[in-house]
């Protein structure tokens, strides 16, 4: 074998040899590119775009701790909010609750889409409660969703959204028998907002589970409230002018035909806010407001450090009935709080009662 054909033979042997190896490597894929959550800014703080869509979502929510007491005559509700009476025992219990909030938005050339629900786990025990009950436990789902000004929902009415609840504590005083704890509203309703200026109608539920207590006037309803087909109806108007807001509406029960109106003024100004409403219904069946007369609410509050706030809120009724709520408020860190709230309630006939809660509460 001469030299040329041993170099020839080499050659070809290890082409051979690399050709295979060629064929055995591996060649890594190219990773996927990741999508990172991303922060929306459009809707405020808390939401981030759901992966792969333009929908922003928001997820928080509560739990709360309360030791609750009454002394004798302290008042009792039906699951309507109406006044039934007042118990002749003072009555404790305790109260915790848990909530879960989830809220979701989108543009869209109508307007913002919406969808907000909350589901929430209530339980009361150690004796009667301001129900009337013993022990209980219950969980609810509350919702609301829509396009635009365009609503839909299961949860406090318009009527006791739309101008900001009640006063300043807690509690907020008797302002709307129409609301959602423990109970709440179905509701068809549209806001115009022109602005500074907003203005709503809302078709709501008859409430046909708000149950009246005798046949008065003679529509065989005793024990049954409404014509299912037949909705209630409430509107109102607000406008703000600065730190300062006024807001009006009026609300027609159907079933009781009866109507409330509802007037409200707040400001808040540095330190300081206050909340002044006037109230008045023709009967105390109407389901925005169970009185008959007329009512007029005060409310003040002062945050008198970056973290204590306190409130106080002052109620009259025409039939010489008054109310008084006290509460001060401790954010001890940021999602966690403590507030203590003392109520009077000083009846034009009758015994005196006072209530008070201590509760412990974190905000997520």
């Known amino acids: 074998m001469n030299i040329k054909s041993l170099l020839l033979g080499s050659a070809a042997a290890l082409a051979v040899v690399s050709g295979a190896q060629a ?7 190219e990773p996927e590119p990741m999508e990172y959550v991303r922060v929306c800014d459009a809707y405020g703080t808390g939401f981030f775009y759901i992966p792969g869509t333009e929908t922003c979502l928001k997820i928080g929510g509560q739990l709360r701790y309360e030791k ?10 039906d699951r309507a909010g109406l006044l039934t009476g007042r118990s002749t ?22 307007g913002t889409v919406y969808s907000w629900i909350q589901i929430q786990a209530d339980s009361v025990n150690n004796g009667e409660n301001i129900y009337g009950e013993g022990n209980n436990s219950y969980l609810r ?67 046909d589970e ?22 209630d109806i409430s509107a109102g108007v607000s406008g703000t002018f600065g730190d300062y807001q006024a807001a009006a509406a009026i609300g027609y029960d159907e079933s009781d035909e009866s109507f409330a109106v509802k007037k409200v003024v707040r400001g808040d100004i540095g330190m300081f806010g206050f909340t002044a409403m006037g109230l008045y219904s023709n009967s105390d069946e109407n389901i925005y407001f169970a009185y008959d007369g007329f009512s007029a609410l005060i409310g003040l509050s002062a945050k008198v450090t970056d973290t204590v706030t306190v409130a106080k809120d002052i109620q009259w009724f025409d039939n010489g009935d008054w109310r008084l ?6 954010e001890v860190a940021t999602g966690f709080s403590v507030l203590v709230e003392g109520i009077y309630f000083n009846p034009d006939k009758g015994d005196d009662s006072k209530a008070g809660m201590l509760r412990f509460q974190r905000n997520f």
């Open 23 to 29: 064929a055995d490597a591996v060649v890594a894929a």
């Open 68 to 77: 609750r007491f009454g002394t004798n005559g302290v008042e009792k509700y």
């Open 89 to 110: 025992d003072d009555a404790y219990d305790n109260h915790t609750r848990a909530r879960l909030r989830i809220d979701a938005r989108n543009d869209s050339e109508w």
């Open 141 to 207: 789902a509350y919702y609301y969703f829509g396009i635009g000004g365009l609503e839909f929902g299961n949860y406090d009415s318009q009527w006791a959204k739309f101008m900001g609840y009640g006063g300043r504590t807690d509690d907020g005083g008797v302002y709307t028998s129409d609301w959602n704890y423990p109970d709440s509203r179905q509701y068809v309703s549209y806001t115009a907002d022109f602005g500074n200026f907003k203005a709503f109608v809302s078709l709501d539920n008859d409430a």
């Open 210 to 231: 708000f149950y009246k207590p005798e046949d008065h006037d003679g529509d065989g309803l005793a024990g049954k409230r409404g014509r299912q087909y037949l909705p």
């Open 325 to 330: 709520v006290g509460d001060v408020n401790w």
